[in-house]
């Protein structure tokens, strides 16, 4: 296998050297998936059995890559990667397990989109293909044990691509027992309060947060206790999180050796809003009752009137507030088929006002 890899290689560097003033760039092919090691003039590479041995071939270049992982370096040290060989695009990958170590997810965090432009991710086994606008993204659950296949790419230019994948997704159990998890929502933020029973060869703690419950973004980065065999409570205070809305967080743990999992469940916390304002309504269009979500800063008594199209007032309602979310029920089953506007007016606030559709 030594021998055959060496022509290979040796064959690939005479390729290159010969069409030197061309510009080119050839797709990655594997040359071998079987444990061995190589030299090829100034490179040296080692692989053991199950890693996919990749040779990269590029304008004055010859590489091999482990795994599609770049860069390489020579033996003396100095960067030999292939600039521009991925059209400038940054993939930093992560494995993230459960607390219970049976499923993982990837934590995939790119790098090198034009402003305007945005990344493509593929599942190679799927087909499934997403494309977004953040800078990172975080897959389905996998079972642990299971591998993966993942092409990220730009969406202006999908030939701009990088692989990202594996036989098998290990998951490597931590050494933080995490007692609880929980979330607050206060006046000026949204609290997040753990505490652990033990912990050992711990480094930090990182709480992330999302509006959508999937993609996350780092928020903070806390210090553990590194060792310990009692109880450590934590504390953070999520000022950001004030405005109205949904709120998502999970904490994860880094231990000495650099590997992170995440050891918490998600915590739903929904944001308090300090205004007067419509949340929803529905079902639009409506044959019998429309239910209309409003927040309320204070408790009143809110005057609800109901127009036509003419401008005609076709019902005036009172509605008692509460400080906070209401749902009030307007019955609207005797209303011709047609359109019509509500309006909900307070003695301290702006009126709010919304259409609705009434059908037969």
Not at 77 to 83: C, L
Not at 248 to 277: C, I, M, P, W
Not at 331 to 349: D, E, I, M, P, Q
Request: with cysteine.
């Amino acid at each position: 296998m030594k021998k055959y890899l060496l022509n290979i290689s040796i064959f690939l560097l005479g390729t290159t050297l010969l069409m030197a003033q061309q510009s080119y760039q050839v797709e990655p092919s594997v040359v071998s998936t079987t444990g061995g090691s190589a030299d090829v003039g100034s490179y040296n590479v080692t692989w053991t059995v199950g890693e996919t041995i990749i040779a990269t071939q590029g304008a004055n270049n010859v590489i091999f890559t482990q795994g599609f992982n770049q860069p390489k370096k020579k033996d003396d040290g100095t960067d030999n990667s292939i600039p521009g060989d991925n059209c400038g695009l940054e993939v930093l990958s992560e494995m993230i397990c459960d607390p219970f170590n049976q499923f993982y997810q990837l934590l995939f965090t790119f790098a090198g989109a034009e402003a305007g432009d945005m990344y493509g991710l593929t599942n190679n086994q799927t087909g499934t293909s997403f494309v977004f606008e953040a800078s990172s993204f975080t897959t389905e659950a996998f079972e642990a044990g299971t591998g993966y296949s993942f092409t990220v790419f730009l969406a202006s230019d999908p030939d701009c691509s990088i692989n990202i994948e594996s036989m098998v997704g290990d998951c490597m159990t931590t050494a933080v027992s995490l007692l609880s998890f929980d979330g607050k929502v206060e006046e000026d933020g949204n609290r997040l309060d753990w505490s652990t029973a033990s912990e050992s060869n711990s480094d930090f703690f990182t709480l992330e947060r999302s509006k959508d419950g999937r993609i996350f973004t780092p928020i903070a980065q806390l210090e553990s206790a590194h060792n310990s065999n009692v109880i450590k409570s934590y504390t953070y205070l999520d000022k950001e999180g004030k405005a109205s809305g949904d709120y998502y967080y999970r904490l994860l743990e880094t231990n000495l050796d650099g590997l992170r999992k995440v050891v918490s469940q998600v915590v739903h916390l929904q944001g308090r809003s300090n205004a007067f304002e419509l949340l929803a309504a529905y079902p639009i269009p409506s044959n019998d009752f429309l239910s209309v979500e409003l927040n309320v800063p204070e408790s009143e008594e809110l005057e609800v009137s109901i127009y036509n199209t003419l401008g005609q007032v076709i019902e005036v309602r009172q509605w008692d507030a509460r400080k906070g979310n209401n749902t009030f029920s307007l019955n609207v089953a005797h209303y011709a088929a047609g359109t019509y506007f509500l309006k909900a007016s307070s003695t301290r606030y702006e009126s709010i006002n919304l259409s609705f559709v009434k059908e037969d």
